[in-house]
């Protein structure tokens, strides 16, 4: 999998819009395990474990990298901190995943674990989503400006 290509405020849209499909899933799979339909689970926690894999990517690739950028690593230490909670995220809705693939029965306390980290995770990451905003609408400021600032030392041409 590669980081989607978009301009990061269309990106941060995309991500934003995943947090609401990843947390729907999780809980349709929460509800299948409580009704033991456990293909159903199996197949709801594949498609858990691919949204969450290029939203992962992009999100540590585009946003982190991004922030990095911007901050320097030694400022962006709490933001590395919350993209590494991703892994956690990760192993646990591949362990759910896995359980069900091979014909397991998922544990409904390790589904309402995973609801709960992504729950809290994606509070921290709509805080980065936020800051990255901040960022890019004062680049978009200043690119203005200076077009503006051209424009006028051009004489209006």
Known sequence: MKPRVLPLKDLMVELE??????????SQAENEVEKSNYQNGAEISRKVVDLLSQHTIDEQSSLLGYLIKKLGRDRSK??????RVQ????????????????????????????????????MHEKALFEQ???????????????????????GGK
């Open 17 to 26: 819009e995943e947090h609401d499909a990843i947390s729907s899933a999780v």
């Open 78 to 83: 709490r933001d590395i901190e919350i993209m």
């Open 87 to 122: 892994t956690q995220i990760m192993n646990l809705a591949k362990k759910i995943s896995k359980t069900f693939a091979q014909g397991g029965r998922a544990e409904a306390a390790d589904i309402k674990n995973l609801r709960f980290l992504l729950m809290k995770q994606f």
């Open 132 to 154: 990255a905003s901040s960022f890019i609408d004062t680049e978009l400021k200043e690119e203005y400006f200076q077009e503006v600032d051209r424009y006028v030392n051009e």
